[in-house]
């Protein structure tokens, strides 16, 4: 079989959404079940203690640990979609949050000199129902979701690019050449339509020549899945650790920065700040159209296409700050202090930063998030070369979505690109926000964004 000849497999029943959709539902259940048992374990210790399962005792330490323990949680991978095969790791993730937590509580209400509130006894007897019910809890949810989906939880995509080879049954197979995805780290179109064969996807596995692994481990690192390539000299080595895909070796190269409960825990801060955001600031939103439609010709809002992630284009929202005429759809040439295509209006909305508010609406259709890293114009250039052409690291940005303000942003590199080191200072610290994220991190980049809306850098 030639590369020419491969074509792809019929696509497993369970299409990606709905795999995805099946997933947070089944998290979704064991979060509800865990909280559950707590709860159970608060009601039972008020009764073997006082007899009344509402005594105050017992709801009190329910109300102040659960929220700390599905903070806790969450944050240690307890409802990870590897949770939902592994029982015992999900139990273990979930019974240390609930111990942290409840140490938590007893150790604040010490030190506040609130413990008489909450009886030993019943804080006893709560943590050993609890920690019981909740094995209990989980086993039976591991039993549904196996009986429920037979473990198919995972969706791997299989690309072939010019080798032989006879792709397993069951898997969804892409040719490069009949799917136009013949790898290019100089064609963003190109990214682009990987990109949208990669949503949703769990694990990509490149079977490729070895000459042309360099270039796929370049893409695969921005694409914010786990990615593989298949290398056939590695089992003639019997290679240890290194990964397996239809009884042959891979060699991991990438992999997704954000897992399904950080992505969830992150676009659940997105959304409990945008949509009150929206509204506090829709009187100024509304006065900031009025004033650009009174002060020049041409629409309110700025549309153009930038690289988001997994390199997927999508369309940006900005207020106008542009005479129409000569707005930079490319995003080519980079604004300068003394720009004369910029408006009256436009020079004070690019200065205080409202010409970004609208992107708040990206943020929740889900194709930004308030803090990742900038999205870029196509055309983007720092000197006399396009962004991917300083550095190829590049593309390894796009493995999280962007952001309306990010790490890079908060250390000050704003601005034109004049010089290649006007980008890598970016580059750094937009990489060194995807290695290190934690929803803390977050927080603390929106607060010092605070501090640098108006900087001089802003034109």
């Keep these: 079989m030639n590369d020419a000849s491969v074509k792809p497999s019929p696509k497993p029943r369970i299409d990606l959404s709905e795999i995805q959709s099946l997933r947070v539902r089944l998290c979704l259940m064991i979060l509800v079940v865990d909280c559950a048992t707590i709860l159970a374990g608060c009601l039972i210790g008020n009764f ?6 509402f005594a105050p005792s017992g709801i009190n330490l329910f109300a102040v640990v659960l929220p700390i323990f599905v903070g806790v949680a969450i944050n240690s991978d307890a409802y990870a979609a590897d949770v939902l095969r592994d029982v015992r790791t999900g139990f273990s993730r979930a019974s240390l949050a609930y111990v942290f937590a409840v140490f938590a509580v007893f150790f604040l209400a010490f030190y506040m000199k609130v413990s008489s509130d909450l009886s030993r006894m019943t804080s006893g007897l709560a943590i050993v129902v609890t920690l019981g019910a909740m094995a209990a809890g989980r086993y039976l949810c591991h039993v549904y979701v196996r009986h ?21 049954p069951g898997v969804h197979v892409l040719d490069t050449q009949a799917d136009n995805l013949v790898p290019n780290v100089h064609d963003p179109h190109m990214l682009n339509r990987l990109g949208m064969h990669l949503r949703g996807v769990d694990r990509v ?17 921005g694409s914010s899945v786990n990615g593989h390539i298949l290398a056939h000299e590695l089992d003639e080595l019997g290679a240890i650790g290194i990964g397996m ?21 992150k676009r659940t801060l997105d959304l409990a700040l945008t949509i009150p955001g929206l509204i506090f600031l829709a009187p100024l939103l509304i006065v900031t159209a009025i004033a650009i439609k009174l002060d020049s010709r041409g629409p309110v809002l700025f549309l153009q296409p930038r690289v988001g992630r997994g390199n997927r284009i999508f369309l940006t929202y900005k207020f106008r700050s542009m005479r129409a005429d000569l707005t930079d759809q490319a995003g080519a040439k980079s604004t300068s202090k003394d720009d004369d295509r910029v408006t009256r209006i436009g020079r004070f909305i690019r200065a205080s930063s409202i010409d970004e508010l609208p992107q708040l609406f990206n943020v929740l259709r889900g194709e930004m998030s308030l803090v990742g890293p900038r999205p870029h114009a196509l055309g983007s250039l720092a000197g006399n070369e396009l962004f991917w052409e300083v550095d190829e690291r590049y593309w390894h940005r796009h493995a999280s979505k962007p952001g309306l303000t990010g790490l890079a942003q908060v250390r000050g590199y704003r601005g034109e690109t004049r010089e290649r080191e006007d980008l890598a200072n970016r580059l750094h610290a937009d ?18 964004t605070l501090r640098v809306v108006v900087h001089r850098n802003a034109y």
């Excluded at 073997?48 to 399962?53: A, C, E, R, S």
């Excluded at 895909?245 to 825990?265: E, M, N, Q, Y």
């Design 245 to 265: 895909f239809a009884g042959k070796h891979t060699v991991a190269v990438a992999h997704a920065p954000l897992d399904l409960s950080r992505r969830f825990a």
């Design 48 to 53: 073997l203690h006082f007899g009344d399962p």
């Design 431 to 448: 990489l060194e926000y995807l290695n290190g994220w934690t929803i803390w991190r977050d927080i603390s980049i929106l607060i010092n």
């Design 205 to 221: 596995v490149i079977a490729c020549p070895p000459e042309r692994r360099q270039v796929w481990s370049i893409l695969l690192k």
């Design 148 to 168: 429920r989906t037979g473990m198919q939880l995972v969706y791997d995509l299989l690309i072939i690019d010019g080798v032989e080879m006879i792709p397993p």
